[in-house]
């Protein structure tokens, strides 16, 4: 028994350590590719273009790097976080998609804690996967809203569908792996074995219309509900 | 001069990679197309005949690689512009000429452009040797073939039978003997390196005659006269060059 206990606390230690290790990385293409936009702009005598991209991304590699050291963040931040994220996007892909995000009246954003880009991942994916495949009218929604203990967090696009996204990338002789998400995979394994639970879970839909054909993706990322005031989430 | 076309499907990457062209090196690099994707540039290579093709690889639809696929021969140098480093083995794989990551450093575009002017020469050289060799092998008045593209296939003629070549923009017309008349699908310029012999003669922008076939010359006006009758203008500052080819008047 003794015995059996010792490798299980090894093994969350184990676990620990791996989810420190994985927990906020940013994509080097997207730091590539904002970086050559902003270049573009000052080429070309945008200046007030270039200032606004270049605010945009500070803010966003400054939160990275702060939340890296961070096991949590408040819903708020998070939030504050996707809309940055996506405010550069926006303006890369300019009029090439449009982004909603709804919230639950329900949920107060201050009062809850989750742990740092856990839903970020999902959403440059669906930017990558689904909607960078439409040439315009490109939507993207993310929602929050409670579900029993859990938070869910829905990310859905009316892009071309994972099939349809597969076979582009299929025909194609480069790989299209998303490892942003498969970190992100990862990290949520690794919070369930921490906290003993199940809690953390992620399901992805094929949607289709009314005559079966593939209209897009919706990612739901479930994680427990935690409150700021509820000890230290760990 | 080199001609380039750009095949990107982010608009800022197109317009970055041009503004730094047309700001450090529009003296050795001029831009005669940007397209969107690999479909449209298909287009702008086939109207434009450019010498290197900066292609994206990531791109909807279809990727850069797929542009190998769009042509029977493909006559351009092509170099990889991405921020994806892992693709840097595929590009090789694809006989591309350079692999830049972006944003493009203005170094390594220099060095880019060093090493294709580099090539050129050496390509150059090699084709003179080769020409000089086939001359003293065949003696006096000996069929020079030479083969000029024409859309998808190669037309085949006696060098000699050529009357004269006249530019059309991108494209080159070629008088022959007989009166016959075809259209090769490069610019007069490639045209001249390819018919490297001392008989042709560059009298205009627009034009390469054939010595041989000329019936006679009026250097107040600045003409020559081909045995065919057809007249050939001759630029002001070819004419001294062209009556020096006849030897100093006495």
């Known amino acids: 028994m003794i015995g059996s206990r010792g490798k299980a606390n090894y093994e969350v230690e184990l676990a620990k350590a791996r989810l420190e290790a994985l927990k906020v990385r940013m994509n080097p293409h997207f730091i590539a590719n904002t970086l050559t936009s902003i270049r573009s702009m000052l080429f070309n005598d945008r200046k007030d ?186 | 001069m080199i001609k380039c076309v750009i095949i990107d499907d982010e608009s800022n990457c197109r317009n970055d990679l041009s503004a730094l062209i047309e700001y450090k090196f529009k003296d050795r690099l001029r831009i005669s197309g940007m397209a969107g994707s690999v479909k449209e540039g298909v287009g702008i290579i086939n109207a434009s005949l450019p010498d290197v093709v900066f292609l994206d690889i990531r791109m909807p639809e279809e990727d850069g690689f797929q542009l190998f696929n769009k042509f029977d021969h493909v006559n351009f140098d092509v170099v990889f512009t991405t921020s994806y480093e892992e693709y840097a083995i595929q590009a090789i794989k694809h006989a591309a000429f350079d692999y830049l990551l972006k944003p493009v450093d203005p170094k390594d575009l220099e060095t880019f452009l060093d090493r294709f002017d580099q090539r050129e020469k050496q390509i150059s050289v090699a084709h003179k040797i080769k020409l000089l060799l086939a001359q003293l092998e065949s003696g006096d008045e000996p069929n020079i073939l030479v083969s000029l593209p024409v859309g998808k296939e190669y037309k085949v003629v006696n060098a000699r039978d050529i009357i004269y070549c006249k530019a059309d923009v991108n494209y080159t017309e070629i008088h022959t003997s007989g009166n016959l008349k075809f259209v090769v699908t490069k610019t007069l310029g490639k045209v001249e390196e390819i018919l490297n012999y001392p008989f042709f003669f560059r009298c205009h922008k627009s034009y390469l005659a054939n010595l041989n076939h000329i019936d006679s010359y009026n250097k107040i006006d600045g003409y020559i006269r081909m045995k065919n009758q057809e007249v050939i203008y001759l630029a002001d500052r070819r004419i001294e060059e062209f009556i020096n080819l006849f030897g100093k008047e006495k």
């Open chain 1, 49 to 234: 273009d270039a200032i606004e991209y270049l605010t945009l991304f500070a803010k966003l590699i400054r939160t990275t790097l702060e939340n890296a050291s961070k096991d949590y963040i408040t819903l708020a931040s998070e939030l504050h976080y996707i809309r940055n994220y996506l405010d550069i996007e926006e303006l890369r892909f300019a009029g090439k998609f449009t982004t909603r995000i709804v919230f639950s009246e329900s949920l107060i954003p201050i009062d809850l804690i989750v742990p740092p880009s856990i839903f970020q991942p999902f959403i440059e994916n669906a930017i990558n996967h689904g909607l960078m495949h439409r040439t315009q009218g490109g939507k993207l929604l993310v929602e929050f809203k409670p579900d029993g203990s859990l938070l869910k967090c829905i990310i859905e696009d009316n892009g071309v569908g994972r099939q349809k996204a597969k076979e582009i990338e299929n025909r194609s002789l480069i790989s299209h792996s998303s490892l942003s998400e498969d970190i992100t995979r990862e990290r949520i394994n690794l919070l369930n074995k921490i906290n003993a639970t199940k809690e953390y879970s992620i399901d992805t839909i094929d949607l289709s219309d009314n005559n079966g054909n593939p209209c897009g993706t919706r990612v739901e990322v479930k994680i427990p509900l935690q409150s700021i005031y509820k000890g230290d989430g760990n």
